[in-house]
């Protein structure tokens, strides 16, 4: 989030100056992904990713266009994403009560937007309460729409009329993962800041590590930096930068000020906008706020101190103090490989210190400190190991288990849908058994013992008032039940996957004799040649271990053994069912979520969900419907190969419920197999020294299985609207292919639409297989097995 409102009034004062690209030649840039990203994905563009789902297919086509002209002119770019958030962020996001008064406000606040949802339209909306209130303000008109047209449309699907987007930036850490995937495989150099991106990048530059930054106006708050990039005008072939002594200079104010404003106004590391600004219009606060320091010299930190109302002053100047010391105690990656305070020295002296207590001191000229208050835990967040840190610069971990550490809150915050049906309720409610009490106590093992016993809570959004405690402490801990299970192959050249990994399985003789060491791996007394030595055995090691915490495999240490259960048998199965590697991944996601048997799948979603197939369908085809329910929910786990492109077809939120329940599965499993990884990293089982930093990302991150979004619904509506325009066009295929076509502008999105399809079918057959064995091991219903299995007939003979 920018400083509210200072853009556009730098562009209005003529203080953005313009360059050409070329002069950037041969230079290292240093970019800021969150600003980034909001250039791109303007309010215009993705308007309908929320109501599908996956990651925004568009940002490839900018970034490969983007990437095109850096190599033009031998750019070398480096992106940086921003880490956890500090206090004040945490809190303007809901984070500790997962976005329950937002979600409520959402749902009571909804018509009040405007057409665009815009953040500004309500004085003191969060961003993420105009995010939560678009959203419910387009399915509520999406159901509106749909109920007034159902009875008279028959097979032309009615398009929604509300978008699903708003003028607040996206929320990158939906798809970071995506992006540093898409990063790894064209060998671009990136970092994950252990929290402000635009801070990592003020170190970098003051390095030498890179030349220039491309990032938000919070630059500013830095003496270090004394220009930077701000907007790319790849057309043009020329940049737009600012110049801050140029800019403290024409605004007639000294650094003191402008961080005083800053801070009043809100901005990434203080969000709130204070009084007496919050009456004011978003869009000329920064303006209206400078005009109040030249004509009274107002002192936004005094004002604070000194408002008439009691409660708003206590609130208001914890918030400024905080944002201060923020700027002033904000820690970054170093070269040293350790997270350290962005010291006085490379932040330029921007601010001193009065008295001791200096986290809760206004920003001074007297000099600076190197004091560190001992509070500052507060302002940013408590300590995790530098090791952790380090795995998350690489992705490795993606962030939201390591939050839940130092604030002790882990947030489950609404999905697209609005996560109002209670089977995702209750897969929520169950996951903390499940998965969360073994990844906490996993991480929180190997570091600290504060962190052992510290109270780490599940908050749900849904129930914010009853938050489940979570098992950091077990007996024995969870790694020391699973630390014996080990996977050897020392093979250098095998990359991991889901599916070479069955086939290990399979190619062993005895799964006990292959996969369970005699001995403990972990100790420094172990030979370097008996620990994990390749980056396959390291992920194949920990994978077999969180199958075994999900109970697919079962050891005995005592009695050296190990064997699959009913539900690791069908896993195992899949390598002799020849299924197909590219759908392994999906197929597990579908088993664990089917383990988990809080919906089956024809069983409808209480409260109900409406359909977008047509009344006409329901009522003259209610087998066939059945079987479009079926098939559109197994495929929102599919793959599609797709072109970028801006979708602005059909939507079911029928479908997209599904998905979410299938997302949040994936989400867990993410979030166990990182944690399972990262136990057995820190206990010094896998050889550390032997990868460079790029052989950590590409043989290991960007091997990891879990870590893309889960697909959109795309590939399930066009299932779904081709059977029924087949079903009511007198089995016509023609017309059915010609109307998703159409729909789904697959011209330039789905060049192989045939192919597609084909793929499709091919992975509904192969997990009817998966379906039947575990029908017959008595892990779903027959009739679930026997009616799909008659739903990929209908597909088959309508395809």
């Known amino acids: 989030m920018p400083i509210k409102s200072l853009e556009s009034f730098l562009f209005e004062r003529g203080l953005v100056g313009s360059y050409p690209i070329e002069s950037l030649k041969n230079a290292t840039l240093g970019i800021d992904v969150d600003h980034y990203v909001s250039r791109l994905l303007t309010s215009k563009r993705e308007q309908y990713l929320d109501a599908i789902g996956?990651?925004?297919?568009?940002?490839?086509?900018?970034?490969?266009?983007?990437?095109?002209?850096?190599?033009?002119?031998?750019?070398?770019?480096?992106?940086?994403?921003?880490?956890?958030?500090?206090?004040?962020?945490?809190?303007?996001?809901?984070?500790?009560?997962?976005?329950?008064?937002?979600?409520?406000?959402?749902?009571?606040?909804?018509?009040?937007?405007?057409p665009m949802g815009h953040a500004s339209s309500t004085p003191g909306r969060t961003a993420k309460e105009a995010v939560l209130a678009q959203r419910h303000k387009g399915w509520t008109q999406w159901t509106n729409l749909l109920s007034n047209n159902q009875a008279t449309y028959v097979d032309q699907p009615v398009p929604p009329t509300e978008p699903f987007r708003y003028n607040v930036p996206l929320d990158t850490k939906r798809f970071q993962s995506d992006l540093i995937a898409y990063f790894i495989s064209r060998k671009i150099r990136y970092q994950v800041a252990p929290y402000s991106s635009w801070f990592q990048l003020a170190y970098l530059l003051h390095q030498s590590f890179i030349d220039a930054i491309y990032g938000p106006t919070e630059l500013l708050l830095l003496s270090s930096v004394e220009k930077f990039i701000l907007g790319m005008e790849f057309p043009n072939k020329e940049y737009r930068f600012i110049d801050k002594n140029r800019v403290l200079k024409d605004l007639r104010c000294s650094m003191e000020e402008f961080i005083d404003i800053s801070m009043a106004v809100g901005n990434d590391i203080q969000p709130y906008t204070l009084s007496p600004l919050g009456v004011y219009p978003t869009q000329q606060v920064f303006e209206i706020a400078l005009d109040m320091v030249l004509t009274s010299g107002t002192d936004f930190y005094a004002y604070q101190m000194v408002n008439p109302i009691k409660t708003e002053t206590t609130q208001s100047v914890a918030r400024y103090q905080k944002g201060v010391s923020a700027l002033r105690y904000m820690p970054v990656l170093k070269e040293n490989g350790k997270v350290e305070l962005y010291s006085p020295a490379e932040r330029g002296e921007d601010l001193g210190s009065s008295g001791s207590d200096t986290s809760h001191s206004p920003p001074s000229s007297a000099?600076?400190?190197?004091?560190?208050?001992?509070?500052?835990?507060?302002?940013?967040?408590?300590?995790?190991?530098?090791?952790?840190?380090?795995?998350?610069?690489?992705?490795?971990?993606?962030?939201?288990?390591?939050?839940?550490?130092?604030?002790?809150v882990y947030a489950e915050e609404p999905p697209l849908d609005g996560g109002s049906s209670d089977s995702y309720r209750k897969l929520v409610?169950?996951?903390?058994?499940?998965?969360?009490?073994?990844?906490?106590?996993?991480?929180?093992?190997?570091?600290?013992?504060?962190?052992?016993?510290?109270?780490?809570?599940?908050?749900?959004?849904?129930?914010?008032?009853?938050?489940?405690?979570?098992?950091?402490?077990?007996?024995?801990?969870?790694?020391?039940?699973?630390?014996?299970?080990v996977v050897r192959t020392g093979q250098s050249n095998l990359q991991f996957s889901i599916s070479q990994f069955i086939s290990i399985l399979v190619g062993a003789k005895d799964l006990s004799q292959s996969f369970m060491s005699k001995q403990v791996i972990f100790p420094n007394s172990v030979p370097q040649s008996e620990k994990l030595s390749t980056p396959f055995d390291l992920m194949a090691t920990n994978f077999l271990r969180a199958l075994t915490l999900l109970e697919f495999f079962e050891s005995d240490f005592s009695k050296g053994t190990l064997k699959p259960t009913a539900w690791g048998e069908i896993l195992l199965s899949m390598s002799k069912d020849n299924l197909d590697a590219e759908f392994a991944e999906s197929v597990f996601i579908l088993l664990v979520f089917f383990k988990t048997g809080v919906l089956s799948l024809f069983q409808e979603t209480t409260p109900a969900t409406p359909s977008a197939l047509s009344k006409a369908t329901l009522r003259s085809y209610p087998k066939e419907s059945l079987y479009i329910l079926a098939i559109t929910r197994v495929l929102s786990v599919f793959w599609i190969e797709q072109k970028p492109s801006n979708f602005h077809g059909p939507v079911d939120r029928k479908t997209l419920v599904f998905r979410d329940h299938l997302d949040f599965v994936k989400e867990n499993l993410n979030d166990l197999f990182e944690a399972t990884t990262v136990s057995c990293l820190a206990a010094g089982e896998f050889d550390r020294l032997s990868l460079d930093n790029f052989g950590w990302q590409s043989e290991i991150v960007g091997a990891m299985p879990f870590k893309l979004s889960t697909p959109s619904t795309v590939m399930a509506m066009m299932w779904e609207f081709y059977l029924q325009k087949f079903l009511h066009s007198g089995d016509s295929k023609a017309d059915a292919m010609?109307?998703?076509?159409?729909?789904?502008?697959?011209?330039?999105?789905?060049?192989?639409?045939?192919?597609?399809?084909?793929?499709?079918?091919?992975?509904?057959?192969?997990?009817?297989?998966?379906?039947e064995k575990l029908s017959k091991a008595g892990l779903c219903e027959t009739q679930d097995f026997t009616q799909f299995a008659e739903a990929v007939s209908f597909a088959r003979q309508a395809f």
Not at 367 to 391: K, M, T
Not at 466 to 485: G, Y
Not at 747 to 762: I, T
């Open 367 to 408: 000099g600076s400190s190197d004091v560190i208050p001992n509070d500052v835990h507060d302002v940013v967040a408590q300590r995790l190991p530098h090791e952790y840190y380090f795995y998350r610069s690489l992705g490795l971990i993606s962030g939201k288990l390591l939050d839940a550490l130092t604030t002790g």
């Open 54 to 114: 996956g990651f925004p297919t568009s940002l490839k086509l900018y970034l490969e266009s983007d990437l095109q002209v850096f190599q033009e002119y031998d750019i070398t770019p480096v992106f940086v994403f921003s880490g956890s958030p500090v206090a004040n962020q945490a809190e303007a996001s809901g984070y500790y009560t997962a976005a329950a008064a937002e979600a409520a406000a959402a749902a009571t606040n909804a018509t009040s937007l405007g």
């Open 738 to 771: 010609s109307l998703v076509m159409t729909l789904f502008n697959t011209s330039k999105a789905v060049p192989n639409l045939q192919e597609e399809f084909k793929r499709s079918l091919r992975f509904l057959e192969q997990f009817a297989k998966i379906l």
């Open 429 to 485: 409610k169950d996951s903390a058994e499940m998965f969360k009490n073994k990844e906490i106590n996993q991480l929180t093992q190997p570091i600290n013992r504060y962190y052992q016993i510290k109270p780490i809570k599940q908050v749900k959004w849904f129930a914010p008032d009853d938050p489940v405690t979570l098992t950091n402490r077990a007996i024995p801990s969870i790694f020391d039940r699973i630390n014996l299970l």
